[in-house]
């Protein structure tokens, strides 16, 4: 019996339990009794790729969603870490606040008219100032050994 997007109810609990992530394909498989031949012929099925498809396009950008709610809070911590007692998580921090603006420098901005990619990116004069407060505090230590 096929339902509204045109699978079997077999199909569509297969569907289901491959993005549930419980379970490996073979074990999947088992669990249906779907043997492997019948799968292969699913996965020509116009109707079983679609579905697969818009599920694994929903399961992007719901990733793309969650890291989007942390990034700030991630951010703000990497800033923390630039003060550490520790100078090698400090150096860290610094280097990977760095790459990070480097490498947004070199996406598309969606929203910008014109292409940036050839210019710096720039920091906050007051990050700007702390990472640099940061990075020399951290050459004092090592050049005094401590």
């Not at 079997?8 to 498989?29: N, P, S």
């Not at 818009?54 to 800033?79: D, E, F, G, P």
């Not at 702390?130 to 050459?139: E, G, H, N």
Request: glycine share 2%; with cysteine.
């Amino acid at each position: 019996m096929l339902n509204e997007k045109g699978l079997t109810k077999k199909q569509r609990a297969v569907i289901d339990d491959l993005f549930a992530g419980e379970l490996d394909e073979q074990q999947i498989l088992k669990k249906h009794k779907v043997n492997r031949r019948l799968y292969d012929k699913w996965l020509a099925d116009e109707n079983f790729v679609g579905e697969f498809e818009r599920r694994l396009q929903s399961a992007h950008w719901q990733s793309k969603l969650i890291i989007a709610r942390y990034a700030t809070l991630a951010a703000a911590k990497l800033v923390q870490l630039t003060e550490s007692a520790n100078h090698e998580t400090a150096r860290k921090a610094c280097l990977d606040i760095i790459n990070y603006l480097r490498t947004v420098q070199n996406q598309p901005d969606s929203t910008s008219p014109e292409d940036n990619s050839d210019a710096p990116a720039e920091l906050p004069p007051e990050l700007a100032s702390r990472l640099l407060a940061a990075l020399a505090s951290i050459k004092e230590r090592e050049t005094s050994g401590a």
